[in-house]
């Protein structure tokens, strides 16, 4: 690739990127949700968006790198980002108490839920897709509604654990299952 058409291409997805972000987050603010929840939400997208661009863009065009792009960013985003900016803060980085109480655990849960796509000869489906876009409107729902104390989060939190939460193991212990029982891909040679 030519290095002009990379940086021709890269400048616009920052650009955006952070217009999304800063103009979100106000809005976000604007309305009285906390920095936590802006963060696990509309930052938290406004930073994959360009991911979300290039993942797009690469399946239209027929490349086969949309996954490790997406899971190498990720990668990268939480050691990395993290990591580098404990190392400039002078006194370390705040963790706020829900964050370690309930947000950590859906994102263990969130990469133990994507193990079995990652097993060897797998291609995402569209409803594993679907059920992981689900998951995370899900979440973000969840996530604006206790920061409101909306009248309704006691019912949302009731569905998420009855129905939602089952529905979720069963499909991963399925997928881990018909991936574990087909044979291996073959070597190309």
Do not use: K
């Not at 696990?40 to 661009?53: H, K, N």
């Not at 990395?80 to 705040?94: N, Q």
């Amino acid at each position: 690739m030519h290095p002009f058409l990379f940086i021709a291409g890269l400048a616009p997805l920052i650009a955006g990127a952070e217009l999304l972000v800063r103009g979100a987050s106000r809005l976000a603010l604007s309305f009285g949700v906390s920095p936590l929840v802006v963060g696990l939400t509309v930052v938290a997208f406004g930073t994959s968006a360009p991911e979300l661009a290039v993942a797009i863009g690469e399946r239209l065009t027929g490349t086969d790198i949309a996954v490790g792009n997406v899971v190498g960013s990720n990668m990268f985003n939480l050691p990395g980002c993290l990591g580098v900016t404990g190392l400039i803060a002078a006194s370390g980085l705040p963790i706020a108490q829900s964050l370690l109480n309930f947000d950590l655990w859906v994102m263990l849960a969130t990469a133990f839920a994507c193990l079995p796509i990652c097993l060897p000869g797998r291609a995402i489906a569209r409803f594993e897709g679907a059920l992981f876009l689900g998951c995370y409107v899900a979440y973000a729902t969840y996530l604006i509604l206790a920061a409101q104390a909306h009248d309704a989060l006691p019912a949302m939190s009731l569905v998420l654990a009855g129905f939602g939460l089952p529905i979720a193991l069963v499909t991963l212990v399925t997928l881990v299952v018909v991936a574990l029982r087909q044979p291996p891909p073959r070597s190309h040679r």
